[in-house]
Each structure stands twice: as structure tokens, then as C-alpha cells.
């Protein structure tokens, strides 16, 4: 199984402001995910980032809210931009792999718990 | 990717078996269904998956009916440490995890 860490783990910031999150696996992966979870709510995906490409973003979730990076096949940032009280959630991110088959499993972080004021 | 529904909430007793159920009437052909678990606002855990033919690891059974369209996870020895909301899933190729609402499953003494 792959193990993946993130970074901040939690963190308290300011309306107006922006936050990048950190994903780190310990093994190449082809996919990787981010997702959304908000106050007693299930899981939304947010998007899809591959390496070398353009992240593919969800319905209701655009580039400029949610900037992506994945600069190689084991890291992938997150940047919740221009933050308002309505992104305080749980971010997650997920990889999926090392393969492309259907039987891979797909590992999730343990999260960063963002709250904005 | 196939719907799935599950009852919200459940209850069991510790020590005893949690079948949580699990309907997914529209699944195709090549569609597998996959549980994971979420306690209390950690990551999604993956818990088993399973195509047509039951499946156990150390952690659960699967049971999937013939038809393939419904399923129940067996915990056969419930701990209050399973207390958590699990999910069921119904995915094809290519990844992308679709969660629904999912059940909570509380775990009494």
C-alpha cells in the first residue's frame, strides 16, 4: 500500500488569503487526487492531476480557486486561493496506482483540516 | 459509475458480527465494488473489493449476490475502534472514487 503524508496538517488562516497544501507518497504513482471534504459531508472529488499534464477539475471547481501542481510521480500541491469561510474543510489527497488497472486501490492521505475566519 | 445505497445508520453490539448492507442495481459488467471506512476525520481507509465471487482479508468478508446487485461487508467481530462511516462504492477503470453519504456504523459496548 502506498503511504502518504501532507502538509499542514491543520491549519487556521485569514478571508482573502491563500493556503498551498503538500501531498508526498512514497512511491511513484500515476494518478493522484485531491478531494474535498466540507463540515458533515461525504468526500467530493475536486480534481485529477497527472504528471506532465493539466489537472482535470470536477463540475464546480475551477483552476483559478484550486491551482494544482504535480511536478513528478511521487508530489502534488494544492492551493485553496483567495479563501473565504465557505473553504473551511477537510482537503484530502489520493493516489491510485502504481498501475492503471481497475483492481488498483486507491490510498488516501490523512487530510489538512483547514479553518478560514 | 454504478449508484450504490446504503442504510445511514447502523448499530452494533461489541463482539458480535456488523453485516452492513449495501445496493447497487444499475452496476455493469466490469464495475467492482469497493468499501472503505472513514473514522472520525482521518483519510478514507480501503477495507476489501471485490468483482463477483466472495472475498476475505483480515479485516472483512464481502459478500456479493449473484446478480451483483447488492452486497454486504461483514465485520465479524465488531470492536468499538470500527465505530465509523462506511462507504460503498462502485467503481470502473481508471480510479476516481465517487463516495456517497455512506453508513454509521456505531459500535456499542
Same mark, same amino acid.
Given at each position: 500500500s502506498a503511504v502518504i503524508s501532507q502538509k499542514p496538517s491543520r491549519d487556521i488562516c485569514q478571508r482573502g488569503t491563500s493556503l498551498t497544501i503538500?501531498?508526498?507518497?512514497?512511491?511513484?504513482?500515476?494518478?493522484?487526487f485531491w478531494y474535498r471534504q466540507q463540515p458533515g459531508q461525504s468526500l467530493t472529488l475536486i480534481a485529477t492531476a497527472n504528471q506532465g499534464s493539466e489537472a482535470t477539475y470536477e463540475s464546480g471547481f475551477v483552476i483559478d480557486k484550486f491551482p494544482i501542481s504535480r511536478p513528478n510521480l511521487t508530489f502534488s500541491t494544492l492551493t485553496v486561493s483567495n479563501m473565504s469561510p465557505e473553504d473551511s474543510s477537510i482537503y484530502l489527497c489520493s493516489?491510485? #496506482?502504481? #498501475?492503471?488497472a481497475v483492481t488498483d486501490t486507491q490510498y488516501f492521505g490523512p487530510g489538512t483540516r483547514l479553518t478560514v475566519l | 459509475d454504478a449508484?450504490?445505497?446504503?442504510?445511514?445508520?447502523?448499530?452494533?453490539?461489541?463482539?458480535?458480527?456488523?453485516?452492513?448492507?449495501?445496493?447497487?442495481?444499475?452496476?455493469?459488467?466490469?464495475? &467492482?465494488?469497493?468499501w472503505y471506512r472513514q473514522i472520525h476525520s482521518q483519510g478514507p481507509q480501503y477495507i476489501i473489493h471485490g468483482l463477483k465471487n466472495n472475498e476475505t482479508n483480515e479485516m472483512a468478508s464481502l459478500i456479493i449476490t449473484e446478480d451483483r446487485k447488492s452486497s454486504t461487508l461483514i465485520l465479524p467481530h465488531a470492536t468499538l475502534r470500527?465505530?465509523?462511516? &462506511?462507504y460503498c462504492i462502485v467503481k470502473g477503470s481508471y480510479g476516481k472514487l465517487t463516495f456517497g453519504q455512506g453508513t454509521i456504523l456505531t459500535v456499542h459496548p
Open positions: 503538500q501531498c508526498q507518497v512514497d512511491s511513484q504513482v500515476t494518478m493522484m493516489v491510485f #496506482g502504481p #498501475g492503471l | 449508484k450504490t445505497t446504503q442504510p445511514p445508520s447502523m448499530d452494533c453490539a461489541e463482539g458480535r458480527a456488523a453485516n452492513l448492507p449495501c445496493n447497487h442495481s444499475t452496476i455493469s459488467g466490469n464495475e &467492482y465494488v469497493y470500527d465505530t465509523a462511516v &462506511y
